[in-house]
């Protein structure tokens, strides 16, 4: 790319082709408001509000979609810029139901913060605007509030380009536009995997999860009730940013004694469960491999994961003839729960009937899973709520908790207790890097040979990735594998999912093992997490997430001391009748139209 | 409507028009000649073919003015939206019109004879406000004269 120097508001700066104005205003540090604009999404141009000043051109040019050109000479201060910015934020206040104080987004909204910026005091078109449009409670994890939406298309965007669903877009024209789906129907009608992207990239209070915050604090202050909560991996390297700390800060501890501060009676972690997943997930691989390999029944391979629950429904939607490559296991959240109101209700002698699982979690999809039917026993739900690391962030300045000021305590055992393994299931890649190190040495005896146990080419923000490992030296029992490549794939974002299953579909997929996330870079950037989420928020996390594996005294699933009691004192072994029966699951063909 | 009809159509267009995203366009509006206007299942069935999103094409073909997503009724009547007809009184004609028909703008009456619909600026600035009639043209409107006219037609 040719380098190139332009001139913003009277200093020379360095360019490269290809860059756009925005691009090099972020770069230096010089300030340009953004609305429409993402990092995560194609860039639009359709709300104005970055207009710069470029010499030479009649109008003020859209800075994140003007690519920069030799010479040019741009002024970011005009009294013309100023005023057509503001005058764009007053435009989109005067069509916007305005009700800050009561709104989900309130303090952490793009369009106030606009507001804010501009100093609006006034109304200039005094008007103002009712909830006209009745809001879209149809979907199982959020609701579309129409008469905040800005038409920025950040959620058409995020549907379409990160998860190639295309749920929802632009209906009707002129003033009449709105975002919706096919046939202008409830989105609860239509194909959504309920990932929760569209909220996470919403600049305002028009998209947001529901609340089951309130259900919560009833539980807790029900002396009848005996209330356990599990927190996903992704949760301590991300909460601590709804409370200032820098993305990427570890709150795992203080997290731990909010909790138990804000009354629940056990704190438990889903990590323990996700130890429990690698065996059965593991095993489950390897029996497959088993058949394949010694002309058994045929199975079906390559084998998915089965732990993102959003990937579990676009599947079902949009490759329902390849359910059966899905790994029959259920996920963490809802092995945690099946193990609590069995396994756990039984030791400590309490009525599962009384127990309240509560999770937190990354994640809006998981509110959906936990209201599977396919996700209950007898009636009861292996989970019973499932709060959003932003709703959780919510319950702790309810409860008048913060986090700065908690000391760091653990979880409680046994269901607290979990390796390194577990904790990287927060990052893309990390299922697969904690399944290789348990099925490798199970099968060779032997680590997997990785310095450090880390497997590398398994980690990253590339939406897919390939690695392989060669088996020698496979133990009596596991002969069948010996010189055998083992082939995996990682992909995260479920349009980079498509193209893997469109392969697999067609036949000309090599991997054995595939491991998807519906979101980007995994968990950690789930669309339940703190806002903002983007490219440097999720690397930070994702390094945060790696040091604290790192840092376990233990780092393989198959070394936790709690869940080799588990299967010494209840499950038996991986893949055993019982563990079946509680912790693996199937899926249902749902179709595309 | 059936289907296989619907689908034998398809297949014509989609080998005349080529299966590229861009093509959902130009397939619509020739559906759209075919059947008056496009409903859930044509809709569906150009997902289906084009491997898209029904959120999509619905996308699209409420985009345009040309392309009806609801089935219209025997005469549409279209009345111009721009400005110099909005400066002569437009709404009234349309409040006229409105509680005549006893449907509102967009919408098309039970026994599918009348639609009401805006149309954009039919070149008659000088004479507004002005409506279309299918393709029949009228200008100098008052309300009255809007529904005598409209009622001729049966
Ligand atoms: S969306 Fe933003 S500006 Fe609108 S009510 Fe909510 S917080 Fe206020
Ligand atoms: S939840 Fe996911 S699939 Fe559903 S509309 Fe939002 S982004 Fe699209
Ligand atoms: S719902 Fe939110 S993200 Fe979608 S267009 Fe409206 S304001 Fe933008
Ligand atoms: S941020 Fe540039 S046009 Fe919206």
Aim: glycine residues 8%.
């Amino acid at each position: 790319m040719a380098e190139l120097r332009i001139t913003i508001n009277g200093a020379s700066y360095k360019a490269l082709d290809g860059m756009t104005i925005l691009d090099v205003c972020r770069r230096e540090g010089i300030h340009i408001p953004t609305l429409c604009n993402h990092p995560d999404l194609q860039t639009r141009g359709i709300c104005r509000i970055c207009v710069v000043d470029v010499k030479g051109s009649k109008t003020l040019q859209a800075a994140c979609s003007t690519p920069v050109e030799a010479g040019m000479v741009i002024s970011t201060t005009t009294d013309r810029v100023r005023k057509s910015r503001k005058t764009i934020v007053e435009l989109l206040l005067a069509n916007h139901y305005t009700d800050c104080t009561v709104c989900p987004k309130n303090l952490n909204c793009e369009l106030q913060s606009l507001a804010n910026e501009f100093g609006l005091t006034d109304l200039r078109w005094k008007e103002r605007r009712e909830r006209t449009i009745p809001q879209d409670d149809s979907s199982p994890v959020f609701i579309r509030d129409n008469n905040k939406c800005v038409l920025c298309q950040r959620c058409v965007r995020a549907c379409d380009e990160m998860q190639g669903v295309y749920a929802v877009a632009n209906l009707f024209k002129g003033d009449s536009m709105i975002v919706g789906s096919a046939f202008n129907k409830p989105i609860g009608e239509v194909v959504c995997i309920n990932c929760g992207q569209c909220v996470a990239h919403c600049p305002t209070g028009a998209l947001s999860e529901k609340y089951c915050i309130e259900d919560i604090w009833k539980a807790i202050d029900d002396p009848k009730k005996v209330v356990v909560v599990q927190t996903a991996p992704a949760i301590r390297a991300a909460l601590g940013e709804e409370f200032g700390y820098p993305a990427g800060t570890r709150v795992t501890g203080k997290m731990a004694s909010a909790l138990r501060t804000m009354g629940f009676d056990y704190v438990f972690d889903t990590q323990f469960a996700a130890d429990l997943t690698i065996m059965e997930e593991g095993y489950e691989l390897l029996g497959r491999l088993r058949s394949a390999l010694t002309g058994g029944e045929a199975p079906a391979l390559p084998m998915t994961t089965s732990c993102s629950p959003g990937w579990i429904k676009f599947q079902e939607h949009f490759f329902p003839e390849l359910l059966p490559n899905v790994s029959t296991c259920k996920s963490p959240q809802q092995m945690f729960g099946a193990v609590v109101k069995s396994f756990w209700a039984g030791k400590m002698g309490i009525d599962p009937e009384n127990i309240v699982c509560v999770s937190v979690m990354p994640c809006t999809a998981k509110k959906f899973e936990s209201i599977r039917p396919e996700m209950a026993r007898n009636g009861r739900p292996d989970v019973d709520y499932v709060l959003t690391t932003r709703e959780l962030a919510v319950m702790i300045k309810q409860a008048g908790i913060d986090l700065h000021d908690m000391k760091n305590s653990t979880f409680d055992n046994p269901l607290g207790e979990s390796t390194g393994a577990a904790t990287i299931f927060a990052a893309s890649g990390g299922v697969m890097e904690a399944a290789l190190r348990t099925a490798y040495e199970v099968v060779t005896g032997r680590e997997v040979p990785f310095k450090n146990l880390d497997i590398s080419p398994v980690r990253g923000m590339d939406g897919v990735r390939e690695a392989s490992i060669k088996i020698n030296g496979a133990q009596k029992d596991w002969s069948f594998l010996e010189g055998v490549e083992l082939k995996v794939l990682v992909a995260h974002g479920t349009a980079n999912a498509k193209k893997v299953m469109n392969a697999v579909r067609e036949g000309t997929m090599a991997a054995h093992f595939i491991e998807i996330m519906t979101c980007p870079g995994g968990c950690l950037g789930g669309g339940g997490q703190p806002l903002p989420g983007t490219p440097e928020i999720r690397l930070a996390r994702a390094k945060a997430i790696y040091e604290e594996d790192a840092d376990s005294p233990l780092r393989k699933s198959h070394e936790n001391p709690s869940v080799k009691k588990l299967y010494e004192d209840f499950l038996g072994a991986p893949n055993s009748h019982l563990a079946h029966e509680l912790l693996h699951t199937h899926y249902t063909a749902r179709g595309q139209y | 409507m059936l289907r296989e009809t619907l689908l034998r159509k398809l297949d014509h267009l989609i080998e005349f028009h080529g299966k590229a995203r861009e093509s959902v366009l130009p397939v619509l509006q020739d559906l759209q000649a075919t059947y008056g206007y496009l409903g859930e299942e044509t809709i569906n069935e150009v997902a289906r073919t084009f491997g898209i999103s029904q959120t999509e094409v619905f996308s699209v073909a409420s985009f345009y003015h040309f392309l009806n997503t609801k089935e219209k009724g025997k005469y549409v009547i279209r009345i111009c939206r721009t400005i110099s007809c909005e400066l002569r009184d437009k709404a009234n004609i349309l409040r006229a019109l409105e509680s005549e028909l006893g449907i509102r703008m967009g919408e098309t009456t039970h026994d599918k004879k009348y639609s009401l619909d805006y149309a954009n600026c039919m070149g008659m600035c000088d004479r507004g406000p002005s409506m279309m009639v299918n393709d029949d043209l009228y200008a100098d409107l008052t309300p009255s004269k809007a529904v005598d006219i409209v009622l001729s037609y049966r």
